[in-house]
């Protein structure tokens, strides 16, 4: 009795089911995981564009493709083929890709396909064809010079490196207006457009000045000098500014990397070596710092320094990746850490005033970007102790959700951008939350952002989420995954 | 309805004006069978990218013998690397504070070829790389695959560059991991979780093989190979929930690389233990006691007598 019962349900489920499908013409198939019976091609891409930028780089757009496949697992990706070859040269997410490492002045024909989440793949578009730029006959032009400034007492080595503009082999010389054919050295990575050569046996007290001179793949040179000139001081240097000031210099023999920048006057500066804290101080009055680390060991690093700034808010983590090599010390310099930035409203009343405010480098120009629908910026000096208030006439944006950003500059120093601050344009003022406890990521409340936090959301990771777990669901969306600890790492102070 | 969905998928496909790359970089495209040899995994970026995941599709014809972290841009590995059921290297990580740049290494893999032809390695779509920004915004992927052409006859180029530099050294950290069994979110006091031990170390050699942790009362001094032979060690991985969870033990975290060389770091212990809960402690108090009940007995075998 009960068997009849249950063919009678699933016929009663099952006829109009199929009498629905036959009506649309529609196949049904029974799914198994991603093999969920999509055998349906995506659209072949529209619109595909080729431009040549380069003697050695093709930039190709196209329009999106579609899935109708049933059930629609979405488009996965997109195939670049070249030269009518059976076999893509690569695959992106994207919608344009740029073909890299041509032969100059050649032909190339490309089409694209798209695949879905079943790896069915569509027809190829129509083909697109065109020439990468030719060599110029045109002599090299140099710039990035590299190093500059003065090095600690002590330094015996470093790297001469500047770029050019097109493919070229670069040479040096002590003497200026040499032609390139009879200067005397030639810089051991040459012959693309980044040039490098290692300088050794540098001694104290000494300025070194070194004549450049390039000359293109078809053997166009440079007919005047660029000049890279460097020092290293006379006399042991020692950590500026205020906590750092009475402070002598590491025995050089133990130092491995000195790293130097601008942040903000009396800040904070703390290094991060592998994302883990191992070195702070405390920037001079006039924003420099200075932090020696010893003990490092060969290899790739990532370094991060960020800074706290007068009113305690953080800046973002400026990171550098470099490779050290052991017994030879490392001076990172140009280090220019993003202005710290805050609002005094959260959500603000169109034609009200919002400020937004931060520290910097003293009597720096502060540029804003506000991220609207249409993108706002505009600039503000900052005073002698580096603070600097800017006041946003909301009339100029609509309702709705905004972001901000700021970014120094100093003579031809330029910072990267600030963290990025969400407000919104309403019909109320309220004001931001004042940072007591709520650092995003610190689930051990102990104000910093790190590796026990990292163990914490490891520890949840694949775990179901219980509802007295700390709150490493950072996007809120139910799950532990990896746009979670994306945000995480964002927010990381080591 | 085209339209409808043409609409939803421009909106939802994010334009690649900018993107991550992930590249293969073998030692040479044409390979021998006879010995393994390595292939890099590189990203470049320009755009700081802080989370990534990588997913590789391993031709059949091949074997992936060894996947190294050294010199990694990869400082805190959520998946280390694995293979996984349908034959894909596997691995998930963070760069805290992002890396922007060229040809930064993310694996290093030591594969063997088993069988001739021509073998295909390719950065599956399911891959995913995540901007350094506050909401995680996706970063599209570009990739090429690499196509390794495998003849017997050929001999690969050794790769037996010794590594005899210990792993960095390293801070292990002690802390309650809250385990959900009350209220442990981060804006009120921590009251329930297990006590354990957090760490990541560094070999910019040969890579991180494990790590193993001990516990024991007393203070060995992690130079003294002996004694640190004789521990309990267990192999572990971050974070390790401690047995001593009341902290009276001193414990020791061995980072080991893939050369067997060894970096051993110690904490003490946050709660030590009274000295009188010490085997010194209980050694002195069955003493005393001995010696009270010496005394006793004495004075009552005189008063005996009298």
């Known amino acids: 009795m009960k068997k009849l019962a249950s063919l009678i349900i699933i016929a009663a489920v099952l006829i109009p089911l199929s009498l629905y499908a036959n009506s649309f ?37 196209w329009d999106a493709s579609i899935d109708p496949g049933f059930p629609a697992l979405g488009i996965l990706g997109y195939k670049i083929y070249r030269n009518g070859g059976g076999t893509e040269v690569a695959t992106t997410t994207g919608l344009s890709y740029s073909d890299t490492g041509l032969a100059d002045g050649t032909l190339y024909t490309y089409t694209v396909s798209a695949f879905d989440g079943a790896y069915n793949e569509s027809a190829q578009s129509s083909s697109v064809s065109t020439t990468t730029l030719s060599v110029p006959s045109v002599a090299p032009n140099a710039s990035n010079g590299s190093p500059s400034g003065t090095f600690a007492a002590g330094t015996t080595e470093t790297t001469l490196s500047l770029a050019t503009d097109i493919a070229a082999t670069c040479k040096y010389g002590t003497v200026a207006d040499t032609a390139y054919a009879a200067l005397p050295n030639t810089f051991s990575t040459t012959g693309g457009t980044a040039h490098s050569k290692l300088l050794s046996g540098l001694a104290n007290g000494v300025t070194y000045t070194y004549y450049v001179r390039c000359q293109s793949t078809t053997n166009v040179a440079m007919t005047s000098d660029y000049t890279i000139s460097f020092a290293v001081a006379s006399a042991p240097v020692r950590v500026p500014g205020g906590g750092g000031g009475d402070k002598d210099e590491l025995p050089l023999s133990q130092v491995n990397v000195i790293v130097r920048g601008i942040a903000y006057p009396g800040s904070t500066i703390n290094l991060l070596k592998d994302g883990l804290a191992v070195a702070s101080t405390q920037a001079g009055p006039d924003a420099n710092f200075e ?35 052991s017994g030879v010390t490392t001076v990172i310099g140009g280090v220019f850490i993003p202005p710290t930035v805050s609002l005094d409203l959260s959500t603000v009343k169109r034609g009200d005033p919002l400020r937004v405010l931060g520290q910097t480098v003293p009597n720096a120009t502060v540029s804003l970007i506000f991220h609207s629908d249409t993108e706002i910026i505009d600039q503000v000096a900052a005073d002698a102790r580096g603070v600097w208030n800017y006041v946003l006439d909301t009339l100029k944006l609509e309702y709705g959700d905004h972001t901000a950003q700021a970014r120094a500059a100093k003579a031809t120093d330029i910072s990267t951008l600030s963290k990025t601050l969400s407000f919104k344009v309403g019909t109320v003022n309220i004001p931001v939350k004042k940072e007591t406890s709520a650092l995003i990521g610190d689930y051990n409340a102990d104000k910093k952002v790190d590796l026990v936090d990292f163990s914490i959301m490891l520890y949840w990771y694949k775990r179901p989420l219980a509802t007295t777990a700390p709150p490493v669901d950072l996007n809120r969306d139910g799950k532990l995954d990896l746009v979670d600890f994306s945000i995480f790492a964002y927010h990381w102070t080591g | 309805m085209h339209k409808l969905l043409l609409l939803i998928t421009i909106l939802l496909v994010p334009h690649a004006a900018f993107a991550a790359v992930i590249s293969f970089d073998p030692q040479e495209t044409t390979v021998g069978m006879s010995t393994p040899f390595l292939v890099g995994i590189t990203i470049d970026s320009d755009t700081p990218v802080n989370t990534i995941r990588g997913v590789i599709d391993v031709p059949e014809s091949m074997e992936v013998v060894d996947a190294s972290d050294g010199n990694s841009i990869i400082n805190l590995w959520i998946e280390r690397p694995y293979i996984n059921d349908a034959r894909q290297l596997v691995f998930s990580g963070i760069v805290p504070g992002g890396f922007e740049g060229y040809r930064g290494k993310l694996l290093t893999l030591t594969i063997q070829a088993k069988r001739e032809g021509v073998a295909r390695f390719i950065v599956n779509p399911s891959s995913r790389i995540y901007k350094n920004d506050e909401s995680a915004s996706p970063q599209p992927i570009i990739s090429r695959p690499l196509d390794l052409r495998v003849s017997a006859g050929r001999d690969n180029i050794s790769n037996e560059i010794p590594d005899t ?84 033990s001193y414990v020791y975290v061995k980072a080991i690389d893939k050369e067997g060389n060894v970096r051993i770091e110690r904490l003490d212990p946050q709660q030590p233990r009274p000295w009188y809960r010490t085997a010194l402690g209980y050694i002195l108090i069955a003493l005393i006691a001995l010696i009270i009940l010496n005394a006793l007995r004495t004075r009552i075998n005189i008063s005996r007598r009298k």
């Open chain 1, 25 to 61: 013409n529609l196949t049904l198939t029974f799914c198994n995981g991603l093999d969920c019976g999509d055998v349906t091609a995506p659209s072949t891409p529209t619109n595909l564009e080729a431009e040549a930028v380069s003697t050695s780089q093709i930039n190709l757009s």
């Open chain 1, 291 to 325: 932090i020696q680390l010893s003990g490092v060991g060969s290899g790739t690093f990532t370094f991060s320094v960020w800074a706290m700034d007068s009113q305690g808010v953080r800046s973002t983590l400026y990171p550098f990746t470099v490779t050290l090599t």
């Open chain 2, 165 to 248: 530099a210990l792993p960095e050294r390293f801070m292990p950290v002690v802390a309650l991991i809250p385990d959900g069994s009350s209220d442990t979110q981060a804006t009120s006091s921590i009251e329930s979780g297990h006590w354990a031990v957090s760490f990541v170390a560094q070999d910019k050699g040969s890579g991180i093989a494990g790590y193993a942790v001990a516990e024991s009362f007393s203070r060995i001094d992690p130079a003294d190979e002996r004694k640190v032979r004789r521990l309990s060690w267990r192999d572990a991985e971050s974070p390790y929930v401690l047995a001593d969870q009341r902290l009276s």
